[in-house]
């Protein structure tokens, strides 16, 4: 008999406050009214005023999450200097037109820039140096010597926990960035969960069912440590309460939860941190509302689909999505790959 466990939408809402329900009922009056002047603009109708609404839709969600202090939002902390090629990073992920390689190569840089701010600029009062041999022997073998941040007490006992399908190559993108910054080539264990919502679910009804027969993890491996996922969309935030009410009930007790996104919707984020104690939210970009299907607005559609291609009849399994990311993928990730490997394939 399949082992599932499941949380439902009513139960989501539970966890979020009077006051975040009034904010989610106003920003949701606001992007109606938007919506009704992207209707206009289909039709060839003024583009300014879609301009001046955003304005104010995105003032209200940066008072919002200012006033908690686990939700980050990049484009709302970082220095002005480098909004813009955040903005411009959302804007090809948005497009239709971005194909699937390119798709691919945005995520990365997005990720490069969350990676960055969660970890990389938190440590940088603290730097180590790097001796680095370089190709050059002429009139002797020369080294350069590079001060990078020290982010081995942020990153030390962590583990990539991934929500499939899309989740998994952001996952081995930070993964690979940890690597590279910790002095010792930390290559973090992989715990991978297989979990989906009720797509013919409403928003309000929706349900999210986690298969233990098809998750690869352990409990101990867990507990105690700083666990990170990498989703590039989070937006009802179902999915991490779900596997993280579960493994509270088998007595995991995680040091820290980070979950790290490209795209969030503002309800989503509420409901993290409403519902888990220890949880951070960082994002790079903020959407305010879902539709009634629980797709984040305006979005950018169906992210696993982007990057991982559609399925055919059958849903691929993690091995056969790791080798349709193709050769240079897997080789630039290789221990990634292995590790995912070894605990799918003990």
Not at 31 to 51: F, H, I, M, P, W
Request: glycine fraction near 4%; charged fraction near 30%.
């Amino acid at each position: 008999m399949s082992k599932t466990i499941s949380l439902h939408a009513h139960d989501l809402d539970g966890y979020l406050t009077e006051r975040d329900n009034a904010a989610l009922d106003e920003m949701k009056v606001l992007y109606d009214s938007y919506l009704e002047d992207c209707r206009k603009a289909e039709e060839g109708g003024d583009t300014d005023v879609l301009v001046r609404k955003m304005k104010t839709i995105t003032k209200k969600m940066q008072e919002i999450t200012g006033a908690e202090d686990r939700i980050h939002v990049y484009s709302f902390e970082a220095p002005r200097e480098q909004h813009a090629q955040a903005s411009r990073l959302i804007a090809h992920l948005r497009d239709p037109e971005t194909k699937h390689e390119e798709f691919v190569y945005y995520i990365q840089r997005a990720y490069e820039l969350l990676f960055n701010s969660v970890f990389t600029n938190r440590a940088l009062s603290s730097k180590r140096q790097i001796i680095q041999k370089t190709p050059v022997t002429d009139p002797c073998r020369n080294y350069a010597v590079h001060s990078i941040p020290d982010i081995d007490p942020l990153v030390h006992d962590s583990v990539m926990c991934v929500m499939l399908r899309g989740a998994l190559l952001p996952s081995m993108i930070i993964s690979k960035a940890i690597e590279e910054y910790s002095s010792a080539s930390y290559i973090t264990p992989f715990a991978l969960f297989r979990i989906k919502r009720d797509e013919s679910c409403s928003e309000k009804e929706m349900r999210y069912v986690l298969d233990l027969d098809k998750s690869f993890f352990s409990l101990k491996q867990l507990d105690g440590k700083n666990l990170i996922f990498a989703d590039p969309m989070n937006a009802t935030g179902g999915s991490l309460v779900t596997i993280m009410k579960y493994l509270e009930e088998k007595g995991v007790r995680p040091k820290s939860v980070r979950f790290i996104n490209v795209i969030a919707a503002l309800k989503g984020c509420l409901r993290v941190v409403r519902a888990l104690e220890n949880a951070e939210v960082h994002t790079l970009w903020l959407d305010p509302v879902l539709n009634d299907k629980a797709y984040i607005m305006p979005g950018l559609g169906d992210a696993g689909d982007r990057l991982n291609g559609r399925d055919g009849e059958r849903q691929r399994n993690i091995i056969q999505l790791i080798a349709d990311y193709g050769q240079n993928i897997v080789n630039l990730y290789r221990n990634q790959v292995r590790e995912i490997e070894e605990t799918v394939l003990p």
